[in-house]
């Protein structure tokens, strides 16, 4: 079984930064795609960013290029959003997830991950 823990959400004001951090346990992931996704009320879930566990390729969503980085610390076995220049449209739960059938192809669609933390709310106020 696999367990993933989201953390580091909380309140900012717009321009400001946060960085979520997700631990994993159990199976591991060394050849595994890890992503994060948000949803907010009235919205579907959608994709934010991912990074293949494997080769460190990572992919983002074209609404948080250059404002949010996606890294992880292969020894903790956890995965870092950075998210600098928030904006209130990034009010949202942010959840990690874990794609265990693709161990470099990134992708966006949310029933293509097989695991999810319970999620981390983020607010930012204007």
């Known amino acids: 079984q696999v367990q993933l823990v989201e953390s580091g959400g909380g309140l900012v004001q717009a321009g400001g930064s946060l960085r979520l951090s997700c631990a994993a346990s159990?199976?591991?992931?060394?050849?595994?795609?890890r992503g994060w996704f948000r949803h907010a009320p009235g919205k579907e879930r959608e994709f934010v960013a991912g990074i293949s566990w494997r080769v460190g390729s990572t992919d983002y969503a074209d609404a948080v290029k250059g404002r949010f980085t996606i890294s992880r610390d292969n020894a903790k076995n956890t995965v870092y959003l950075q998210m600098n220049s928030l904006k209130p449209e990034d009010t949202a739960v942010y959840y990690c997830?874990?794609?265990?059938?693709?161990?470099?192809?990134?992708?966006?669609?949310?029933?293509?991950?097989?695991?999810w933390g319970q999620g981390t709310q983020v607010t930012v106020s204007s």
């Open positions: 159990g199976r591991t992931f060394s050849s595994y795609v």
């Open positions: 997830a874990a794609n265990t059938r693709f161990s470099i192809r990134i992708t966006p669609l949310p029933h293509e991950y097989d695991y």
